[in-house]
């Protein structure tokens, strides 16, 4: 446990914050000038690295990140005492504040920092551009996890997403920027009412100006294959009436512009969401069955191919293939199915273990009759190559499991307790 300690001025009045840290286990306590604040309660933003506060009027937040903890008052990182230099990580930290502050007012979008977000994850501009909601976001990429600028605009109902999203990434404007890039495709996802493309972020290599002109670009190409929203539009309730005020929310992160009468029914999203949960049929046994042929299918063939080390180092792929199989089939994805998965995916690498050791020793018999049940497991040489493959999945199918678990927990407590962040902003 380390307590950090700082030292500050507002308005010209001093005012000291403490904050004790645990390395794994988050921030356990917070003191402002003396008095403990209160434990964070239900429907908070706060968690165990991020606690949220105000002094006089001012917005504050302790985060705790790999190695330290940061204060910040109202979004700038503040020393541990007025004329220390800042570590370097909050140094990087500023250098992208001061970036997103730039893009603001290049792009004429607000400035609505993240409730819960931590360092960086707090930048996000709201605003329109011809009459289309455009939201700005700090993310990551799905592959390396490289910083990149989510954009996300709303438009009017699309049917057919893989048609507009063809249409999108063979634009010639895109298809410009993405080789300016030295990328493939952007990435995106197009949804019925609104599409979100990640655009790559670096400081040390993108201007906020450079930024801002692939930004309008892509906006274009947007608003040049699809039509803006109605005014009236509700995206929780499909409401058709103007005369409830609208505000922008964000469930789970994404924005939604939803009306008065709809905003009930969006905070209860939680408990409705639980019940359908609860009422969808998981479909356990045809899980199994995709489960099982999937992971029996591939021991065949690496078993026959004589490389079953091949799969037992690819057991991580051979988990993924066999939960997709599985979804193809079933309504609910659950927790026993994940077990499943893994146990389906160490048969399959046994299968292949069992068939390749066989297959060498019916070279190494003259007489095919001398085979017997349980001969092959008598070779010590077919033993090893068993147990060392087995081995090496046992230990990534288990990695591969815990992320999966991970993954589902999440999921699921995402559907049944989301996060709902009302913007302040409204129509």
Partial sequence: MTQTTWQFNL??????????????????GVQVDGAALPAAGEGSFDGAALRNFSVDGR????????????????????????????????????????????????????????AD??????????????????????????QLLRPRIAIFTRFAEEKDLNSLRGKIESDPVVLALAKRLKRFTLEMTVQPVGAAILLPYDVRKTTPEQAVEDIRALL??????????????CDWGHCKSAAHPRELVFYNHSPL?????????????????????????????????????????????????????ILAIASFALFFAIIAAMNRLTVKRTTGMIWLAGAFTLLGVAVASVMEATLKLLRTLTDTSQVQYGLVFSQPESVRMMVTNLGISLVLTGFTLWFALHQQRQGVRELTHPTIEHSGVLD
């Fill in 11 to 28: 308005d010209n009045q001093p005012h000291t914050v403490s904050a004790e840290i645990a390395p794994l286990g988050g921030i356990r």
């Fill in 257 to 309: 512009v939803v009306c008065s009468s709809c905003m009930p029914l969006l905070e209860k999203a939680g408990e409705t969401n639980q019940a359908r949960f609860s009422r969808r049929t998981p479909g356990l046994l045809k899980a199994a069955s995709a489960g099982l042929a999937v992971g029996a299918l591939a021991g065949v063939f690496f078993g026959i191919w004589k490389v079953s080390i």
């Fill in 117 to 142: 977000g931590q360092l960086e994850w707090r930048n996000r501009l709201i605003g329109t551009a011809d009459n289309r909601l455009v939201v700005l976001n700090y993310s990551l990429s799905n």
């Fill in 220 to 233: 274009n190409v947007i608003k040049k294959h699809t039509k803006p929203l109605p005014l009236t539009f």
């Fill in 59 to 114: 917005s504050l937040q302790v985060v705790q990140y790999s190695g330290s903890a940061a204060l910040l008052v109202d979004g700038q990182a503040v020393p541990t005492a007025p004329g220390q230099p800042l570590p370097a990580r909050l140094q990087k930290y500023e250098a992208h504040r001061a970036f997103w502050q730039k893009l603001s007012q290049l792009t004429g979008l607000k400035e609505n920092p993240r």
